[in-house]
């Protein structure tokens, strides 16, 4: 019994077979290699310089003519009255320091309220900054707590200038970051 391929099965491989064949036809013979080329063939050579001829050396040099340039107009014109001297000038003395005023703060309106209860609430935040801080004096502390105690007597000494200056709100506001920074230091201990 012989079994034959149906034309539809025929039909189904017909694109598969010719893929192959281009495939095959394009990718060349499979036992000969391309030809590779050789740099070691190639060389670099110096260009070819003819010998000189002894007559013409022992001869003189010939004798070019130069050719005449034609003149330019003069772009850059020479100054007809002489430099202005040069005076260097004395500045003027500072004055000292005591002389200086601190600069004016800007400091925003505030009812009497706000302002009594702002300096209220300074005192206390530096009192109690200032109370943590004695937990701490005395003690081996490492560089974090050393860290966070200068950091509350930098805040410390802003907010008490800020008194004195009578900016009761910047007061309260460093003050307040005083207290935060010792309660965070007490409770490190």
Known sequence: MTIRPTFGS???KLPLGLLCVCALAT??????KPPTSHLAAI?????????PNPDQLAAEPPDIPLEETPSFPQLVFGR????????VSVPAPEPSRADKSKEPTIVPEVTTEEMIAAKNESELSLNIADRNLSLASGRALNTMQQDLVSKVHGFSDSAREAMKAGDWPRA???SKKAEVLSAQLASSL
């Open 10 to 12: 025929l039909k189904s």
């Open 172 to 174: 309260k506001t460093l």
């Open 43 to 51: 060389r670099l050579g110096a260009p070819l310089v003819p010998a």
């Open 27 to 32: 990718a060349g013979c499979f036992t000969k």
């Open 80 to 87: 007809s009255a002489p430099s202005r001297p040069r005076v």
